[in-house]
Every structure is written in C-alpha cells, then in structure tokens.
C-alpha cells in the first residue's frame, strides 16, 4: 500500500479543500493519506510554523489561500523544499474567469452551500452545546469526540470550533475534588483527547477570567500548588487511559482544532485497516 502525507491549507474553514482531497484519494486503490490539516492559514507567522511541519513529513501540498503574497510565500518555500504543491481550485477558477470576463474575488470564506454537510454541522453545533462542561455524559457515546481538562484549557471553544468542521464533541472539566462519571473511561466510539496547558499560563488566564467578572484576583482558584495539583492530577488520568494530549500553552483554538483532526483522522485510518485485516483473516 502506497503512503503519502497530504497537507491540507486553507484561509477559512477548509471544508471545500478537504472535499477535494477525498474525492482525488478516493480514485486511487491502496492508498493510505496521512492528512494534515491547517485551516484560518492567514499570516505568515502561522504559515511559517505549518512549513516547518510540512518539511518534517514532505508530501503533497493543497493549499485555497487568496492573499497573493501568503499564496506567493508558501510556493516559493515548497519550491526550496522541491515539493509538490497545487493551488486546487485555480483551474476552474480560471475558466470560470474567462467565460464571465470578470477576475475572482479574494475575500476567504465565501462559499457556503446549504447540503448535507451543512446539516451535519448543525446537528453537530447543537449536540455539542448541549453537551458542554460535563453536561449529558449519558449520551457521550453519541459523541465523536470527547475533550478533557482542568478548568480554563480552552475546552469549550475548542469544542465549538470542532463542532462547525462537524464533530460531535462533548467535554468535561477535570477537578480532583469530583472524578469525573465512570462512563468516560468505557467509551468506544468518540476519540477522547485530553487538553493541557502550562501552570503559569493557566494561572494567567484564570486571573484574567476573575478580573473579568470583577471577582478577587487572588483566590484558591489561582494557587500555584492547587494548579500544579490539579494538573498533575489530569495528566495521570491522561496516561493512564493512554488518551492523546494536546498542550494549548501556545496553539491557537484553530491549531489545536487541527492537530485534533489529524488525531481523530489517523484513528479512523487505523481502524479501517484493522478491519480490513480482520476480513482478510
């Protein structure tokens, strides 16, 4: 079976470009993509992190990005790097162009279709708002993913954003004084992932949250020793389940939205083959 990485970068949501990617795969028998997807790509500081990923696992590179000089920038470093990279939606683009006499507009993020993907996201959006902050545990089997952590590790708008890409995602805050219900650790279906972040950047986030709700800024809820307990706390859980982690210290929402997809999409690759191994059998 063949192998290849797939890098997957987009200025807005990426769900046309990942569309694309399926379809093109999905003509080629015994191929096995490894998809990276980096989606909201629109600086050159983002872009540059994403390149150094790229040049550790070369591959083909698809890119939808309007910013000509962000567009020019990551050519020009693929072209240094001797990559293969195609910009998919030129062609049509282009005849598109010719046959109306009128250039593309460059604002990302405009198409947006009324299908069975767009439902899909809306039933995901609902499902995950109802199923926030350890709410529902009932129906987290439902779930396609499950995300845990301490307070304040960015679990919620982690889960949103997963959300409006179409996962079902619940979460569940990680506090040593409640274990969390037991049927976190007999899930089958949904990928639980577990969130961390750094204990000065946690308190620093926690102190600007009590700021923000005109709270005391110096309280048991931002003590080094209750953080780093808390902490230890769900990383042990982490390991001990052998849930995959994601330190948000210095990834954005969508970083980490992204890393979570590559996670959840290896895991689907994984199991397909282990399928199929099954009925070979």
């Not at 629109?42 to 590179?61: C, K, Q, T, Y």
């Not at 109802?130 to 129906?139: F, S, T």
């Not at 279906?189 to 005109?214: A, W």
Request: proline share 5%; glycine share 6%; with cysteine.
């Amino acid at each position: 079976m063949a192998r290849i990485h797939l890098h997957l970068l987009s200025d807005s949501t990426g769900e046309t470009l990942e569309n694309i990617a399926k379809a093109a795969i999905g003509l080629f028998e015994n191929v096995e993509a490894v998809r990276h997807f980096w989606p909201m790509v629109r600086s050159d500081v983002h872009l540059d992190r994403i390149m150094e990923e790229i040049a550790a696992n070369p591959g083909l590179v698809l890119f939808t990005l309007t910013n000509h000089p962000l567009r020019r920038r990551l050519e020009t470093r693929c072209r240094a790097l001797g990559l293969p990279h195609v910009a998919a939606l030129d062609s049509v683009a282009d005849a598109l162009s010719n046959i109306l006499g009128q250039e593309t507009r460059t604002r990302p993020g405009r198409k947006h279709i009324l299908d069975e993907a767009y439902f899909a996201r809306i039933e995901a959006i609902q499902f995950t708002i109802a199923h926030d902050d350890g709410v529902g545990h009932e129906n987290w089997e439902e779930a396609d993913i499950v995300l845990a952590g301490v307070s304040r590790a960015s679990k919620t708008p982690t889960s949103i954003y997963l959300a409006n890409r179409g996962y079902k995602t619940a979460n569940i805050p990680l506090v040593p004084e409640s274990p969390p219900p037991r049927s976190l650790f007999s899930l089958k279906h949904p990928m639980v992932v577990g969130l961390t972040v750094s204990p000065e950047r946690l308190i620093q986030i926690r102190r600007n949250r009590l700021l923000s709700l005109n709270q005391a800024p110096e309280t048991a809820y931002v003590d080094n020793d209750k953080v780093q307990a808390e902490l230890a706390f769900a990383r042990r859980m982490f390991a001990d389940n052998g849930w995959p982690v994601i330190d948000m210290t210095r990834r954005s929402i969508e970083e980490a939205a992204a890393a979570i997809i590559n996670l959840f999409n290896d895991r689907e690759l994984a199991e397909g083959a282990d399928g199929q191994a099954e009925a070979g059998a």
